[in-house]
Nanobody, 123 residues
Framework: VQLVESGGGLVQAGASLRLSCAAS????????MGWFRQAPGKEREFVAA????????LSADSVKGRFTISRDNAKNMVYLQMNSLKPEDTAAYYC?????????????????WGQGTQVTVSS
């Protein structure tokens, strides 16, 4: 199984970025997918999750209304559209796959993880 994130970068506050995660080696549509982030010196935290079908989504309160998770099961891809970025969104962002189609906020339920992509938001 391989999860490969892309799309991170350095942007100014208020800008947008779209993160992508390419998945291989798993039955993608049977896996809920999540995005997590980790800032230096902090715990890895939940950002957003989406069910296997894409019909159910969860997101952290800190990103509600600004970030949107989506997936394309035909392409084995999951995305995180991030708008109105803030300096506190600065972190390494990780894509993760759970062995259940039901989305979950608990990182312990995610079995596979990508290497991460860095997002830095300047003020």
């Amino acid at each position: 199984v391989q999860l490969v994130e892309s799309g991170g970068g350095l942007v100014q506050a208020g800008a947008s970025l779209r993160l992508s995660c390419a998945a291989s080696g798993l039955t993608f549509s049977r896996c809920s997918m999540g995005w997590f982030r980790q800032a230096p010196g902090k715990e890895r935290e939940f950002v957003a999750a989406i069910s296997g079908s894409g019909g159910s989504k969860l997101s952290a309160d800190s990103v509600k209304g600004r970030f949107t998770i989506s997936r394309d099961n035909a392409k084995n891809m999951v995305y995180l559209q991030m708008n109105s970025l803030k300096p506190e969104d600065t972190a390494a962002y990780y894509c993760a796959a759970a062995l259940t189609a039901v989305p979950t906020t608990n990182k312990a339920n995610y079995y596979y993880w990508g290497q991460g992509t860095q997002v830095t938001v300047s003020s």
